[in-house]
């Protein structure tokens, strides 16, 4: 007889776990079938599977019936599920939930007492110890099974222990300097492998403030241990990862100057993280307006321009996401970027991603006017000839199909290498959908003009 397992014994459960395996293969096929897949498919990867692992660690207590729990004293049934708590938690007026069900609100972005409807003033969940101990007491009258607290695991995966332990370690980062590096490695690592640590810092509006405070309180760049501002600016950068925390941290005042600093002072791996964590915190268009205003274009060129190839790829991530929207675009060309982009591009380096950008920014009219005067057409065509990658050929006309709406002086050129090559009929042929449609426009242009010579 097969044996049966927590997956079998719980719809809910089963279900979810379907759900988590389907996310998984989605993801691991991702991975594997794509070369250039992202370091953040990894993160998602590795979340699905904790949450695999934990759902099937949960215990669930097979004696825990439901008449027990509607027997069960009202000040022992949280006001929120209505079922006896394992992890009674008292809010900021007093009144006790069960703290997967607290945090569920809070999480919701709400910040008042569901009982009270009171404004909290602080998020922080204080454990009720006396309820905690009376349930217990309850129960074993009961023959109820119920769960140590330093055991009982939440929808994060949560235990006390680890919350006790990640309060301590923000309090380390607040004292000396050896403790302050210690906490800081730690918190790196913590949020880097368990998801659940990243949760913890949207349980308190202090919690990444303490987080920041050795970088926050060393303004001068002496005051600043580099060790620690590449464990902290990684530490945001696994924060970021976390969907919920993504406004939460692009938010909180200190972050995004913090982050553009390090993009201008940190060691070659901080500068990285830090334009890594702009990436993922530009997945949201508010944050993607928060950063483009706060100056981090500039260094983010800056240190395209560098080019160094650990950095390459999460710089240009980051600057394509932020250029989503209209005002960013504005400040990308205005900072530099179309000339340091061509550079690369001619230099064949990174040539896929930088050609996206310069897509997405061939709206701007400055930007094609600068594309044109830098001599981006025969590095275009070249590419398009030479290339075997389809999302680079679509790009490279794209561009090219602004440049020729805009100036006619470059019609010239892409008539000779069509003469040559016939490399932009090839396109409109062979082509993507879009780039068909683009190397058609052009084509057509260039024979109209053409045929008004032939006329006059």
Known sequence: MAKTGVFDSDPTVTAKAAELKRELQRLVRAIVDDEDYSTETVDQAKDALFALKELKLR????SLKLHDTLSSPPEFRCPLSKELMRDPVVV???QTYDRPFIQKWLKAGNRTCPLTKQVLSHTNLIPNHLIREMISQWCKCRGIELSDPLHYINEEGITEADRDHFLSLLGKMSSSLPEQKEAAKELRMLTKRMPSFRALFGESLDAIPQLLRPLSEGKSQSGIQPEIQEDVITTLLN???????????????????????????????????????????SALDSNKALIGKSGALKPLIDLLEEGHPMAMKDVASAIFNLCIIHENKERVVRDGAVGVILRKITNRMHVDELLAILAMIATHQKAVEEMGDLGAVPCLLNIIRESTCDRSKENGIAILYAICLNDRTKWKEMREEEKKFGTISKLAQNGTSRAKRKASGILERLNRAVNLTHTA
């Open 239 to 281: 924060l970021s990862i976390h969907d919920n925390n993504k406004k939460l941290v692009a938010e909180t005042p200190m972050v995004i100057p913090l982050l553009v600093e390090a993009l201008r002072s940190g060691t070659i791996e901080t500068r990285t993280n830090a334009a890594a964590a702009l990436f993922t915190l």
């Open 59 to 62: 215990k669930r207590s097979v």
């Open 92 to 94: 900021s007026t007093g």
